[in-house]
């Protein structure tokens, strides 16, 4: 599925996704130097060594302008890659779609042809602009941060990443769980559009020959059979990201109390375990 949609990306698109992609991955970055100078300049100050402000302020300065900017032009990219496949779909769509013989569009569910071609493309721009420019800059990042991390003390690296295989199993049975879920929900939503539509066209009829009620009762549980389908999702997509947050919650509280551990016992300094609770929060 991913080299399909990639396929249908024009080179302007794949090269505003990887621009979009690397410019969050200075974004980020940017952030957590910020932190990290300020917490070096902390850690000066306790030691009674000597700050340049004039210096301090020049180079947070300059990674704030840094991070403005890589924010700016990594929104911007990311809708540009998400607008040339949603352009390049819906014009391969539309040339389908004059193919067909006009008793296609007798036998098919016009509402399931409207989904497809407004939200279910519409998805598919929220998928490549939003969601994968986003998880590639976040993987970079943490691979990134996660090297530093375990530079600077392989324990507490380990036990940062202690947990995550299970977290990560959790998150993805959940996503699959989500996709069954979306696949429903999308059917019944079809199904729902039609009727809608078969209902609007056929007002005269109904009102001439009579049936509006039967019709009605068919309208009425094609909508709730949507709304539950919909509510399911929610509540697969609450449990999965509940259980998923706590279990990086509680490697995070684990980490943290063993480091506190080894910096009591003079093992591991001050600076290093700040350094891992501030970037392992980022």
């Not at 998400?82 to 509402?111: A, C, H, P």
Request: aromatic share 10%; net charge neutral; charged share 20%.
């Amino acid at each position: 599925m991913v080299r399909n949609i990639l396929n249908e990306l024009t080179a302007s698109g794949v090269r505003h996704l990887i621009i979009s992609a690397l410019f969050f991955v200075v974004y980020a970055l940017c952030g957590t130097a910020i932190m990290l100078t300020v917490l070096f300049l902390i850690d000066r100050h306790i030691h009674g060594e000597s700050i340049s402000f004039i210096s301090a302020a020049w180079v947070l300065g300059s990674l704030l302008v840094l991070k403005t900017i890589s924010n700016a032009i990594a929104d911007m990219s990311k809708h540009f890659a998400g607008f040339d496949l949603v352009e390049r779909i819906r014009e391969k769509i539309i040339l389908k779609l004059k193919m067909f013989s006009l008793g296609f569009y007798t036998n098919e569910r016009l509402g399931e042809i409207s989904t497809i071609i407004h939200k279910d493309v519409d998805n598919m721009e929220m998928v490549v602009g939003h969601l994968w420019t986003r998880m590639s800059a976040d993987f970079i990042v943490a691979l990134i941060l996660g090297i530093g991390l375990f530079c600077v003390d392989w324990r507490m690296g380990l036990t940062m990443v202690a947990i995550l295989p299970i977290a990560l199993f959790s998150l993805y049975r959940g996503i699959r769980s989500g996709m069954k879920a979306q696949e429903e929900s999308q059917d019944n939503l079809a199904d729902m559009v039609s009727l809608f539509v078969e209902y609007v066209k056929g007002i005269p009829v109904l009102k001439v020959f009579g049936g509006k009620g039967m019709f009605r009762d068919r309208l009425d549980h094609s909508v709730s059979e949507f709304g539950e389908s919909s509510k399911n999702i929610s509540r697969l997509a609450a449990v999965s990201v509940g259980r998923y947050t706590f279990l990086i919650e509680l490697a995070f509280a684990l980490m943290a109390t063993i480091g506190l551990w080894w910096t009591q016992q003079g093992e591991l300094s001050l600076f290093a375990y700040l350094m891992f609770i501030i970037v392992s929060k980022e």
